[in-house]
């Protein structure tokens, strides 16, 4: 398997979905938040990437949870293991891709639940031990000029809107919130406990936070815990990046 981490607004799923169009693949999301139905601005789904040279790549796990349900790290599991032996057995390459660590490594380092007896043993843990994991690297104020670029894309989309119809379908406030980043500051707004400007501010803040706390989470997967990340600059052109991680395979593979 190659695993494709980094932090947000760095650009890991339009490289991921080259990668698996060059390498006859298939992504599977791993992503906290993108499994929810019609959450789509604010997690940032842009099922548009996932479109190259006009040919859908196809992708896992994302869309697979009712907005408002618990959805969690033993789940993701779960459904990693199913949507990999399915993706295997068609005799395709397996493309893990996202930005939330404990995910990840959830797989990456074959971690054990309590609650983990129905899809254990899985004989697939075994090759995992040889995932590639390769890392997507952005200079701090480039990432930060990304993200406020497009978090006001995402509201020109219609990110409020997208709010207000999962509020209007049912999904409690204290639920969006609990979401956190966009869906608990643009739920604020909404509520009107945080006029828009404000809302703005404050959510610009929160994702440089978050994209710091996600770098940092990565370090200490390798630093702390022994997990060889190849980093590649993310700035390099989408056929450098495949040159790259194609070559990391090889040598992986040799």
Wanted: proline content about 3%; hydrophobic content about 35%; aromatic content about 8%.
């Amino acid at each position: 398997m190659i695993t494709i981490l980094g932090p947000t607004a760095c650009g890991k799923t339009k490289f991921a979905a080259h990668l698996a169009a060059r390498l006859n693949g298939e992504i599977i999301s791993a992503d906290s938040r993108q499994v929810y139905r019609g959450m789509d601005i604010g997690t940032g789904k842009d099922l548009a990437d996932y479109i190259v040279d006009g040919k859908p790549i196809p992708y896992h796990l994302i869309d697979i949870a009712e907005p408002g349900e618990r959805y969690n790290v033993f789940r993701f599991q779960r459904d990693f293991l199913h949507a990999y032996e399915s993706i295997v057995e068609r005799g395709k390459q397996p493309i893990l891709c996202g930005g939330t660590g404990l995910y990840i490594e959830s797989i990456v380092r074959h971690y054990q639940f309590e609650q983990g007896e129905d899809i254990e043993p899985s004989p697939y843990w075994s090759e995992l031990e040889g995932s590639l994991i390769v890392g997507l690297k952005i200079d701090r104020e480039l990432r930060r000029q990304r993200i406020s670029e497009r978090l006001r894309q995402r509201l020109d989309e219609g990110m409020v809107d997208e709010i207000r119809h999962l509020l209007s379908n049912g999904v409690s406030s204290e639920r969006l919130i609990r979401y956190g980043l966009e869906y608990k500051y643009l739920t604020l707004h909404v509520i009107e406990k945080l006029s828009y400007d404000e809302m703005v501010r404050l959510l610009e803040i929160a994702i440089h936070q978050f994209a710091k706390r996600q770098m940092t989470y990565f370090r200490g997967m390798e630093e702390r815990r022994g997990v060889k990340i190849h980093w590649i600059d993310a700035t390099l052109s989408t056929e450098e990046k495949i040159e790259i991680c194609t070559g990391l395979l090889s040598s992986a593979t040799a």
